[in-house]
């Protein structure tokens, strides 16, 4: 019975206190290649949306999202997600890439690094 109890208040305390970020890149798009980094003159916003205890991730852009689940590191006020080969989901290509995510829960600006884009992003709750 006690184990029972210790599994069901393990769930209850990481449902509960999961925190969902959503993150967007309101203000520019950077595109990056191994020889420079280019500000986009006209973008559409990311939509990108993290769960701080599963590690999913839902990283949206233009026409389609790639989406899974990483890994999630905790340094003080800093949560860094990590993921390999999440999936994209159009359905014209089935592109796979890695991202990085470092997110500053005291100011909630975070820095994506992934599919070619290296750019800041605000998040919320």
């Keep these: 019975m006690q184990i029972i109890v210790t599994i069901l208040l393990f769930f209850y305390f990481n449902v509960a206190f999961a925190i969902d970020w959503q ?9 990056c290649d191994t020889k420079q980094c280019t500000p986009a003159e006209s973008f ?31 340094e003080r006020h800093y949560i860094i997600f990590t993921a ?12 796979k890439t890695s991202f990085i995510i470092a997110l500053d829960t005291h100011d909630h600006i975070a820095v994506l690094k992934g599919a070619g884009y290296a750019m800041p992003l605000s998040c919320k709750k």
């Design 23 to 31: 993150c967007r890149n309101h203000d520019l798009e950077i595109a």
């Design 84 to 95: 390999h080969h999440l999936a994209f989901s159009n359905i014209i290509t089935q592109i």
């Design 44 to 74: 559409t916003a990311m939509d990108i949306h993290l769960n701080d205890i599963t590690g999913h991730m839902n990283i949206c852009a233009y026409t389609g999202c790639w989406e899974g689940r990483g890994k999630v590191l905790r």
